[in-house]
């Protein structure tokens, strides 16, 4: 049997964070099984950044980068900025003729987000912004793609992309989509230092590419069990974030480390030094992949371009397939 098809994407939001790793393990996985596409949706960045776009390219190398550092294969993978391959626009305006307006308002996102991001001073209240998911449909169906590593969150688009995928079918009696399954790998959550959910917009962050100094900061940051005072009291490890992370980073010594805590026989400050340093260790290879990498700006351009390039290619094949079936060639 031939390999499947996965396309994923992530907008540019720059440096990721440690909250990032477990989709980014699972993406590095799924090259060996598939056929994969990983894409910059820089475009649909650009449906809530449109009042403040420069960056955007500089945000979405940033964002490469580290997904070359933990393992992303330009020989396996075809790695691209979305805005490179035009054919996603011309599917997404295709689409647009064959949706109608209900299925698009009810995706449940929808309001949430105008009003979430309205509180936040951006008006999204756009064309643009409601066609968010179909332009999430064209990304996947130019493609082909037959499965989607994505969040729960994004369930209801992927959802939509199979209607839209059943719809243009049965339209133009064809069989040119498939209707893409999602995959919903294994997420590890991973708390940020405050304890809340990792989020740059919390500023509770550790990124993939800390160095060693702030890692060690960001660490004597982290939330530990509020009851403990004195380092000879007994502590409750259940409910510090050092010791969710050591339960992940630290796997070998963290039953010692729980008994210790517990018995007020180590006290946070050598707690969180030791977590730190397993992160420091944890981190290093990807730091150093990054300071390669920085060092010859040319290549992530040349792997962009190249991505591009392949992308482009398959994009136009299934386009012509569209056209065809449309009867508009
Ligand atoms: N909407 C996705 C997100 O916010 C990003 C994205 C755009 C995407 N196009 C995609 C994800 C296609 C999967 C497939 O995370
Ligand atoms: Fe948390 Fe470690 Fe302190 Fe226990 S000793 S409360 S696990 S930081």
Known sequence: MSKGTILSGMRPTGKLHMGHMSVLENWVKLQDEYNCYFMVADWHALSTEYQDPQGIREKARDMVIDWLTVGIDPEKSVIFVQSDVKEHAELHLLFSMITPLSWLERVPTYKDQIIQLGEQGKDINTYGFLGYPLLQAADILVYKATAVPVGEDQLPHLELTREIARRFNYLFNSHVFPE???ILGKVAFLPGIDGRKM???????????????EITTQVRGMITDPARIHKTDPGHPDVCTVHTYHTIYNNEDVVGIEASCRAGSIGCVACKKALAEKLDRFLLPMREKRARLEQNPQYVDELLAEGAKKARQRAAEVMAEVRSAMKIV
């Open 180 to 182: 893409p399954q999602s």
């Open 199 to 213: 989020s740059k917009s919390y500023g509770n962050v550790i990124n993939i590419s800390a160095t060693t100094d």
